[in-house]
């Protein structure tokens, strides 16, 4: 009886910690932090920012004339530390909290409510670290135009248009998408910013190159390149540090994320290549400038669809980039002669816009992606919603922001700074001794 009786008290016992067991393991739901995911999204969040600086300033800087590099070079730092500050101020509570469908709210204001126990909603990361991410695309989707008003732009007046042009659209379109806007409940996909960062940007160089006006003696006298070597340079690291900017927005260290690494490559080399191609047909050359424009033209295209499709995807994709960009190029530049001094729109515009298009056709398990997308007709209509709206969006507030920054500052330097060179008009500095 007394072995019974033990027996009974052992299994009470044991059903006892079982509840506890099940109780504390339901009061403790709150996400963790994962070391692994984290230590990743570190280090792409350095590789972006490594994308601006240095390696667009290098880029563009290269892409100029001898008399305007540090200008460009200022730019991208103006811009970088301006968007940082105003990302902590409003920015990060404006794009990724709350439940609107147009705008977040301003309950985070200067990150009110974000400590270094935060986790970002649905990552298994520190939400200091989402929001260090998170700026890094703030400071380089702006700085993409530069290439659009270099040699002829005032530098406070594009510091001001910038200040307004993240608050009026990147920091809108970024919650349409990525912060649980109308657009990612509408099911757009868009991994890493063909819409919210390369059509937005590639729109406004589009339109400020159109209002601003032409350089000097645009096009009836060229403006080379002054530093291939630089071009090179920076279009070497804006292509490592894409490796960052595309497989960090996974936001984990896994399998997506490396397949995200590899298409990203694929697409570049592949645009690289054919771009050679190209210039080799018509010019019977194949330049070192040509060659790194389009690998950097096959990076914004896939860059919308790296985490939908598979490597062949990524090649076609590569490939029809550089066809589409290239020619686009000719276009604005030849035909329409509009002064996007440095192809911002043909590149990065129309690259984001046809990546964004292409990943309902390749995201496709058929065509080699990875099924995540729904039917060709559906993806693609809900894709070309998002880019309509967007790309008017941005139109717009482009237009009304030039007016607004031209009564305030002007937007252009005086005849004798432009032809001085805005290094020593603007910054009262050369990059050389013998300015060429």
């Known amino acids: 009886m007394q072995c019974v009786n033990t027996f009974k008290t052992s299994r009470l016992v044991l059903g006892f910690l079982a509840l506890s067991t099940v109780f504390l393991q339901a009061q403790n ?78 309950n985070a204001l200067f990150l009110k409510g974000v400590t270094v126990d935060s986790v970002a909603a649905g990552t298994q990361l520190p ?11 703030a400071i380089i989707t702006p700085c993409l135009y530069i ?5 002829r732009m005032k530098f406070g007046a594009l510091m001001l248009f910038s200040a307004l042009w993240l608050l009026a659209v990147y920091f809108p379109v970024t919650h349409w998408v990525w912060g649980g806007g109308w657009l990612q409940d509408m099911g757009v996909k868009d991994l890493a910013g063909g819409i919210v960062v390369h059509a937005t940007a590639g729109i406004t160089a589009l339109i400020l190159a159109m209002m601003l006006g032409k350089r000097r003696g645009f096009p009836e006298h060229p403006h080379p390149p002054h530093q ?28 997506p994320a490396g397949m995200t690494v590899l298409v990203t490559h694929l697409s570049a080399c592949a645009a690289g290549l054919v771009w050679c191609l190209l210039e080799r047909l018509r010019n019977g050359k194949a330049g070192l400038i040509g060659m790194v424009t389009g690998l950097v033209a096959g990076l914004a295209t896939i860059t919308p669809a790296s985490g939908d499709v598979g490597p062949l995807g990524a090649i076609v994709i590569g490939s029809l980039s550089a066809v589409v960009c290239y020619f686009s190029v000719s276009l604005i530049r030849e035909k329409l002669h509009i002064d996007d001094s440095l192809d911002v729109f043909a590149v990065h515009g129309v690259g984001g816009i046809l990546g964004t298009v292409l990943l309902a056709f390749f995201g496709q398990p058929s065509l080699g992606g990875l099924g995540h ?11 070309l919603t998002g880019l309509g709206v967007t790309i008017l969006w941005s139109a717009v ?20 700074q432009e032809a001085e060179g805005l290094d020593r008009s603007e910054h009262g500095e050369n990059a050389y001794p013998m300015e060429s």
């Open 397 to 416: 507030a482009t237009v009304a922001l030039v007016f607004i920054v031209r009564a305030i500052l002007g937007l252009r330097v005086s005849e004798e």
């Open 373 to 383: 997308v729904k039917s060709v007709g559906t993806q693609l209509g809900i894709q």
């Open 29 to 106: 739901t709150s996400p963790t932090v994962d070391s692994g995911n984290t230590a990743w999204v570190l280090t792409a969040t350095a590789l972006v920012l490594f994308m601006t600086m240095p390696g667009l300033a290098l880029f563009y800087g290269g892409l100029v004339r001898g008399r305007n590099v540090l200008s460009v070079m200022a730019q991208c730092g103006g811009i970088a530390c301006m968007a940082s500050l105003l990302w902590v101020a409003v920015g990060y509570s404006l794009a990724f909290k709350g439940d609107g469908g147009w705008i977040g709210n301003l």
């Open 228 to 255: 291939p070597g630089m071009v090179y340079i920076g279009a070497a690291m804006l292509w490592v540090g894409w490796f960052g900017f595309n497989g960090g927005s996974q936001l984990a260290a896994n399998g």
């Open 147 to 151: 290439g659009a008003v270099v040699e």
């Open 127 to 137: 939400e200091v670290l989402f929001v260090m991410f998170q700026m890094t695309f």
